[in-house]
């Protein structure tokens, strides 16, 4: 038995904080690290601290367990008054939401940590005849708060909003892909949704993102969007901007407070771990990218899309003439050291057979990339001399004596170079057939990478590849030196 005075610290506490609320709702078991800061940035929009959030977590993670089934139960907790509107892709859909919601409230547990938040039919609540409880909205007895859940083409009409969430505006790709869905939903957001709000109300926009038009990047566009990274931005921003957290089925962005993970892991591996990730997107890069990552991109807009050409077994020995390396060093502190090893053959095709591609510092991988010269017998490696690119070949000679090494300064423009020699990339280069397993977020920048130049994240991967068709497909004066010398 709980007596009064612990009863009473657990009230408060679950006032204070949406985890503690969740843990004593759920067990202490139920948070991992991932959940644990969702919960964290949950709580800071329950309490105010956030007004406009916009949260994309992939499929499968729990992402409206929290934002929509146990977040919308804990506001009614803490303000009984409040007016709430969850939508999602359809009616049917949303009304799921608004059960689970009820089953949080009537749970005897909820009512030890708020009796103030009661529905009309429990033995704890004193029904009035004029409160509502159905599969599509309800009220809190003796109170003004309400919660009404609507598909995507439902109508809010008549009532205001303070706190409206959006979770899952669409159903599958197919409903992404399609620009009148995708119009529709943006119309209803701005002429329904938008129009029950006021000074005061906030708004979550929480799903698996599917197309890069869709309505978190229509906001990205029309609005002022920034990158939540750490719960210190709280403190005085602006209060209309809206703050987006990304969370990654694998890390590849580079860690920050939120979410510290290292390049490569999981971000649920306990349920979702690294090797089914890599399985998944193998299957469809350009879904994967969108759907687990958070990064949309369409086929039609991709610069190489899966035109790339493999090959399952190298050249022989006679059939190779030169074996090199190209290496463009990190210019920047979210660039990517790329490091391409690969073999060129009689047949005018380059092999790649080696990638080191990372956000390391320069420590780790001025001797990584000796390591890899050493172990592929790299003959020579072109190392790009721009932004400190001239000290990295100077250390890797010293650690690879035997590799000649060539730094050179990239004076060519950067877009035009990628664009101009797209083509010759494809025709020129060959993977090995399972890369997209040896070196995943090389893999996926390469199939990912836009045309639009501005809209990718990193050219570092493309910038590599070109300066190898430009070695060794374009610059006639280039000569090869031979496999056996």
Same mark, same amino acid.
């Given at each position: @038995? ?86 999602? +892709? ?5 009304? #799921? ?6 089953? &949080? ?18 033995? /704890? ?63 209803? +957001? ?39 990274? %750490? ?31 290292? !390049? ?29 990552? *958070? ?36 210019? @920047? ?14 047949? *005018? ?32 490696? +072109? ?5 400190? *690119? ?7 000679? #010293? ?10 300064? !990239?004076?060519?423009?950067?877009? %035009? ?27 996926? /920048?390469?199939?990912? +990478? ?5 809209? &990718? ?18 610059? #006639?004066?280039? &000569?090869?030196?031979?496999? /056996? *010398?």
């Amino acid at each position: @038995m709980i007596d009064a005075k612990q009863l009473a610290a657990a009230q408060q506490g679950a006032r204070q904080s949406f985890p503690l609320f969740t843990a004593m709702m759920k067990g202490k078991d139920f948070f991992t690290p991932f959940h644990l800061v969702y919960y964290k940035i949950l709580n800071a929009f329950a309490h105010g601290r956030i007004k406009r959030l916009i949260v994309s977590i992939p499929p499968q993670h729990g992402k409206s367990e929290g934002s929509t089934r146990l977040l919308l139960a804990y506001l009614l907790g803490i303000n009984p008054d409040l007016k709430i509107a969850v939508a999602s +892709y359809s009616d049917r859909f949303a009304r #799921k939401f608004n059960r689970d919601i009820q089953r &949080n409230i009537d749970d005897p547990r909820f009512y030890l940590l708020f009796p103030e938040t009661t529905l009309s039919g429990t033995p /704890m609540a004193e029904d009035s005849a004029g409160w509502v409880r159905t599969a599509g909205e309800f009220e809190i007895v003796g109170h003004k708060g309400s919660l009404t859940a609507v598909g995507r083409s439902g109508g809010l009409t008549g009532q205001p909003v303070d706190i409206l969430v959006l979770d899952d505006l669409y159903k599958n790709a197919a409903e992404a892909n399609s620009p009148l869905i995708r119009d529709a939903v943006w119309d209803w +957001y701005l002429s329904v949704a938008e129009t029950r709000l006021h000074n005061d109300s906030q708004e979550l926009i929480v799903f698996t993102r599917w197309h890069e038009d869709d309505l978190i990047g229509r906001i990205e566009k029309a609005e002022n969007v920034v990158e939540l990274t %750490s719960l210190k931005q709280l403190a005085g921003h602006d209060p209309d901007t809206w703050l987006k957290v990304n969370f990654e089925a694998i890390k590849e962005s580079a860690p920050t407070e939120l979410d510290p993970r290292k !390049q490569g892991e999981a971000l649920w591996p306990e349920r979702h771990n690294l090797k089914k990730l890599l399985r998944s997107r193998a299957l469809d890069p350009v879904a994967f990218d969108c759907t687990y990552q *958070g990064h949309p991109a369409t086929k039609e807009g991709l610069l190489y899309g899966d035109g790339f050409q493999t090959y399952d077994v190298l050249p022989g020995p006679d059939q190779i003439v030169k074996r090199a390396n190209y290496t463009d060093t990190a210019d @920047m502190g979210n660039d990517y050291l790329c490091s391409v090893c690969y073999e060129v053959g009689r047949d *005018g095709f380059a092999y790649v057979t080696d990638v080191l591609f990372t956000q390391a510092p320069m420590e780790e991988t001025e001797p990584a990339t000796a390591q890899m010269l050493l172990r592929n017998d790299t003959r020579i490696a +072109y190392i790009e001399s721009n932004n400190g *690119g001239r000290g990295f070949a100077r250390a890797v000679k #010293k650690l690879a004596p035997s590799v000649r090494v060539e730094w050179f300064h !990239q004076s060519g423009n950067k877009e %035009s170079r990628i664009l101009t020699n797209s083509a010759s990339v494809l025709n020129n280069i060959k993977f090995p057939s399972d890369w997209s397993l040896r070196w995943p977020s090389f893999y996926f /920048m390469l199939t990912t +990478y836009k045309r639009a130049f501005k809209a &990718n994240r990193s050219d570092d991967a493309p910038d590599t590849l070109t300066g190898i068709v430009e070695k060794e497909v374009l610059d #006639k004066n280039n &000569n090869r030196i031979l496999y /056996m *010398g």
